[in-house]
């Protein structure tokens, strides 16, 4: 990614995750010292492979959206031929820039949606879940009085 474009913020990254651990500076203890031994039996962190093609998937889109700006900025910038070198630069970039900073906010909108819907889903999932257990222990307490009745009744 070369100049001033940068992909847009990391969506799932949580706040949480961002702040400082207050630790010391020096070496991590998930990294190993130049000192230290290395562990070659050590467990080593689970890699999601799915989140990893998610992420590679973003960027290659990314980089395909900024070399798509690019392009367009030179075409538009070609229709005026009576600019020069550092005003078809200027003209070039602010289209890059206005390209991608709309793009951006369609990506933000799109990911509000998505995670608003999946909130729904989850909702109507828990809620036919509980619908479905009530059921099932409607049922079982029908059958277990069924059984008990009988025995009651002629004991």
Do not use: F, N, S, W
């Given at each position: 990614?070369?100049?001033?474009?940068?992909?847009?913020?990391?969506?799932?990254?949580?706040?949480?995750?961002?702040?400082?651990?207050?630790?010391?500076?020096?070496?991590?203890?998930?990294?190993?010292a130049?000192?230290?031994?290395?562990?070659?039996?050590?467990?080593?962190?689970?890699?999601?492979?799915?989140?990893e093609i998610a992420r590679l998937e973003g960027y290659l889109a990314w980089e395909a959206e900024v070399a798509a700006a690019r392009r367009d900025a030179r075409a538009f910038a070609d229709r005026f031929p009576w600019l020069g070198p550092d005003d078809r630069e200027a003209l070039e970039q602010a289209y890059t820039d206005d390209r991608l900073r709309y793009a951006e906010e369609v990506v933000d909108r799109a990911?509000?949606?998505?995670?608003?819907?999946?909130?729904?889903?989850?909702?109507?999932?828990?809620?036919?879940?509980?619908?479905w257990a009530a059921v099932c222990l409607s049922v079982a307490f029908a059958?277990?009085?069924?059984?008990?009745?009988?025995?009651?009744?002629?004991?």
């Open positions: 990614m070369g100049g001033r474009e940068r992909p847009p913020k990391a969506r799932g990254a949580r706040p949480e995750a961002k702040r400082r651990t207050g630790r010391p500076p020096g070496p991590r203890a998930d990294r190993p130049v000192d230290r031994p290395v562990d070659l039996g050590a467990a080593r962190p689970a890699v999601d492979p799915g989140l990911v509000g949606r998505c995670r608003a819907l999946a909130a729904r889903y989850r909702a109507e999932c828990r809620r036919i879940c509980a619908r059958v277990a009085l069924l059984a008990v009745v009988p025995v009651a009744l002629h004991g």
